[in-house]
T-cell receptor, first 116, second 115 residues
Framework: EAGVAQSPRYKIIEKRQSVAFWCNPISGHATLYWYQQILGQGPKLLIQFQNNGVVDDSQLPKDRFSAERLKGVDSTLKIQPAKLEDSAVYLC??????????????FGPGTRLLVL | AQSVTQLDSQVPVFEEAPVELRCNYSSSVSVYLFWYVQYPNQGLQLLLKYLSGSTLVKGINGFEAEFNKSQTSFHLRKPSVHISDTAEYFCAVTPFTGGGNKLTFGTGTQLKVEL
């Protein structure tokens, strides 16, 4: 079974530029998550989708971050414009069900973003 | 809201020695508990989880953890570590209800196994 795929793996941009990350979850997984992991910290949930609807985006900086999950499969996370403090690893995860409880999350390898 | 504290940011240990990585949590509701491992340049991999039942949970790669409700702890242990266990370990929680499966992570513990 293929795991969660993410691209690109690495990205270097200058501040005020835009960037987009792509995630393909495990086939059949209804729920998709985007986490931000800043160096020295644990991952922090940015947004959670259930199929193509948003379940939780309370920690997403909506003035610069946006995400979509068209057709309930792939997802894209965008930052526009980027700030220095956005330098982090962006992790995508997926889980099978929609019950919302005790579902194991499977993580992709992440996209490492450096903003100069 | 939930919070997770991993007091040890780094734990050096010699190969074949035992190790314990500490995790304490705070929550106003009951939670499920998890340990994830992150190898360099890789995503997180689930080591083990506590949902209910026996408080001693066994996971992959010889790791185990014990849930202590009175001390709100979920420490991770391994009786004999290997070089390949060098990685960062994250403790996480999610509430029984109302959390939508949202994971709250600790800041991680870097385990460095030396020869």
């Amino acid at each position: 079974e293929a795991g969660v795929a993410q691209s690109p793996r690495y990205k270097i941009i200058e501040k005020r530029q835009s960037v987009a990350f792509w995630c393909n979850p495990i086939s059949g997984h209804a729920t998709l998550y985007w986490y931000q992991q800043i160096l020295g910290q644990g991952p922090k949930l940015l947004i959670q989708f259930q199929n193509n609807g948003v379940v939780d985006d309370s920690q997403l900086p909506k003035d610069r971050f946006s995400a979509e999950r068209l057709k309930g499969v792939d997802s894209t996370l965008k930052i526009q414009p980027a700030k220095l403090e956005d330098s982090a690893v962006y992790l995508c995860a997926s889980s099978f069900g929609t019950s919302g409880r005790q579902e194991t999350q499977y993580f992709g390898p992440g996209t490492r973003l450096l903003v100069l | 809201a939930q919070s997770v504290t991993q007091l040890d940011s780094q734990v050096p240990v010699f190969e074949e020695a035992p190790v314990e990585l500490r995790c304490n949590y705070s929550s106003s509701v009951s939670v499920y508990l998890f340990w994830y491992v992150q190898y360099p340049n890789q995503g997180l991999q689930l080591l083990l989880k506590y949902l209910s039942g026996s408080t001693l949970v066994k996971g992959i790669n010889g790791f185990e953890a014990e849930f202590n409700k009175s001390q709100t702890s979920f420490h991770l242990r391994k009786p004999s570590v290997h070089i390949s266990d060098t990685a960062e370990y994250f403790c996480a929680v999610t509430p029984f209800t109302g959390g939508g499966n949202k994971l709250t992570f600790g800041t991680g513990t870097q385990l460095k196994v030396e020869l």
